[in-house]
């Protein structure tokens, strides 16, 4: 420590480091001189408080937490409002789909619907046309049979079997069997069945009343 400082001791920690300082020592030099003769005492002392807000100012950031708080309560109503109507269009785009799906599913089974009733008339047109097709060919062996009565050349059955009214019992059965063999229903394919069932009905009644006529 200076010697001029001997008989005029500092008071304090404080004022002994800058009175150190002021005499030219360095920061750390002071520091030390100064923890020698004050070795508790803090060196710069306690720092001041700031100074209070005047009592408006209170008022006012007072005011102004509550106008944030307010708004922020609003926001979040906003939000909750937003969240709401949200949901909701999302409750209806989920209900618009389904519906759209089962349109459409409806339509498919709709359309498969329609197709197989198609082919169903289609098929029955088919038969249809097959049925007249025969009807005419029955209508043709009627009307020769009944040009072959009235022209005298004896029994029309006779005729449409191809025999003649004077044939052997053999004969006949020979015919008959040569008829079952070439207009059997088995013997034809599927999309002439039905016109080979026909046709072999008809032979076989026509032979069945030869064979009657003869007491056979």
Known sequence: MPRRWVLDEPQDAGTLYSRLRADGLGAKAARAWVRRVYPTEPILGTPPLPPSPPADALVIADQKLKETEHRVIGLEALLA???????TREACLVATTRELSQVRKQALKSGQDARAKAAEATARIKALERELAAAQ?????????????????????????????????????????????????????PEHKREAEERFKASENAFDRLFKLRGL
């Open 81 to 87: 409002v937003a969240e709401g109507k949200l949901r």
């Open 137 to 189: 060919r029955r209508v043709e062996e009627l009307e020769a049979e009944v040009a072959s009565a009235g022209s005298g050349r004896g029994n029309p059955l006779y005729a449409r079997v191809g025999l003649d009214p004077r044939c052997p019992e053999f004969v006949l059965r020979a015919a008959r069997t040569a008829y079952r063999k070439a207009l059997h229903p088995d013997h034809r394919s």
